[in-house]
Each structure stands twice: as structure tokens, then as C-alpha cells.
């Protein structure tokens, strides 16, 4: 393992269920990884465990890489959507879970003509989007969010997107902050202050 990989998982560890991933060579790759946790008994389902505590019958993963959170949820018993546009990373989503749909699309530009109970982006995907496009990422998920739904972003603070733009693109998206937490354990926020997972609901 080289140096980069060792930082790379060891931040995967600490805190408890704060888990991002910011290089990775393809889907495969990236699923390796939590693949490994998994086998060493980490538990890689923090995001999954929060969605399912808000009891959605349907999800959006809006940003689903490979999957790993939608086919949890799917595992579960929810219905579930995935929206990425890495092929590679749909790509092994596919293989992983053939059951559900996934879709190859820019989330800023999505109009999948429904909504669902929850919209989740987990791992940081307003950190991928290109630069600039994070306004119409939040407006790409509030679009799918169901009037009494719930749209829950969580990614790593202090990497070029801050709580200030999320807050004002969500309430230009027409959302409302309803919680925030410093992890998907739901511990109080700012905890360390390095990750925020916040959970919004329509405000019109
Ligand atoms: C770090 S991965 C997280 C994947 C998955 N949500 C998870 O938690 O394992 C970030 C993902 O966001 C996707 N992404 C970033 N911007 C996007 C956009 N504008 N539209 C669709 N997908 C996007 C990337 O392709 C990548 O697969």
C-alpha cells in the first residue's frame, strides 16, 4: 500500500462513520475499498443507517458512484434510484446491483419527472462536481424532493464548498435547513468541525 492509499484509509476510519474517498482509479477500485473495511468488519453503512432512520418508501442517490448506498437501502426494502455520471462508477454499480435503476446523468441538469422521499448525496459529491456547479447540483436534488421529503447532503468541510454556499444554494433551491450533524452517526455538530451532514425539507 502505498503512502497516498495508507492517509487515504486511515481517514476512512476516524470519526466513526465519516467516510470519504477523494482519488480513486475507476468503480472498481473505489468499491475495493470500502469492500475491505467491510471485510475487516468496519461498518461502511452510516449513510444507509441515516437514511433509513428518516423511513423513506423511495430514495434518490443523486451522485450514487457505485452504488454502495442505494443498495443497501435497496437491501433493505426501499425503492431506490441512482444518478452518477462516471460511467466507470455506474458501471459497478450495475454489476452489484442489477435489480435497480441507474441512470448516467449530470445532476445538475436532472429531471427524472418525480420525486421521492428522500434525496441523499453522500461521500462528497459536491466536492466532484466541476467547480461553480454546486448551485445546480442542490437545485438538481431539491427538484426530486418530495413535498414532505427530505433532501440529506453529507461532504468534508474546508475543501472549496463551505456551509455558507450550501445554506444559500439550498434556500435559493427552496429548502430549509431542518438538522445538521458533524457525522452520519448523527453526533452533534461541529464536533470537529471537518464534516457536516445536513438535512433539509422544503420551505415552499
Ligand atoms: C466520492 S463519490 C461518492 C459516491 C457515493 N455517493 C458514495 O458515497 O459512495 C462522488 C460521486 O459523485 C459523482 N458526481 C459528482 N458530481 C456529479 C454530478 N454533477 N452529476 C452526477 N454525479 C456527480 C461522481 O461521479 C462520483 O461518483
Not at 492517509?7 to 476516524?14: D, E, F, H, K
Not at 474517498?21 to 468488519?41: E, I, P, T, V
Request: glycine share 12%.
Amino acid at each position: 500500500m502505498d503512502a497516498r492509499v495508507e492517509w487515504q484509509v486511515s481517514r476512512l476510519l476516524a470519526p466513526r462513520h465519516t467516510i470519504w474517498l477523494m482519488q480513486w482509479d475507476g468503480g472498481d477500485d473505489y468499491q475495493r475499498r470500502f469492500d475491505a473495511l467491510a471485510a475487516q468488519g468496519k461498518d461502511v453503512h452510516g449513510e444507509a443507517d441515516f437514511v433509513s432512520g428518516l423511513a423513506p418508501e423511495s430514495v434518490l442517490d443523486a451522485g450514487c458512484g457505485t452504488g454502495r448506498v442505494a443498495i443497501e437501502l435497496a437491501r433493505r426494502g426501499v425503492e431506490v434510484v441512482g444518478v452518477d455520471n462516471d460511467a466507470s462508477m455506474l458501471a459497478t454499480a450495475r454489476t452489484r446491483g442489477p435489480g435497480i435503476e441507474w441512470i448516467q446523468a449530470d445532476v445538475t441538469a436532472l429531471d427524472l419527472g418525480r420525486q421521492f422521499d428522500v434525496v441523499v448525496m453522500a461521500g462528497n459529491v459536491p466536492l466532484f462536481t466541476p467547480p461553480g456547479t454546486q448551485a445546480a447540483l442542490v437545485a438538481g436534488g431539491a427538484r426530486h424532493v418530495a413535498p414532505d421529503g427530505f433532501f440529506v447532503i453529507g461532504f468534508q468541510l474546508g475543501r472549496g464548498y463551505e456551509l455558507t454556499e450550501l445554506d444559500q444554494h439550498c434556500a435559493d433551491a427552496g429548502l430549509e435547513l431542518d438538522a445538521r450533524f458533524a457525522t452520519w452517526g448523527r453526533d452533534p455538530f461541529p464536533g470537529d468541525g471537518s464534516y457536516a451532514v445536513s438535512v433539509l425539507r422544503r420551505s415552499t
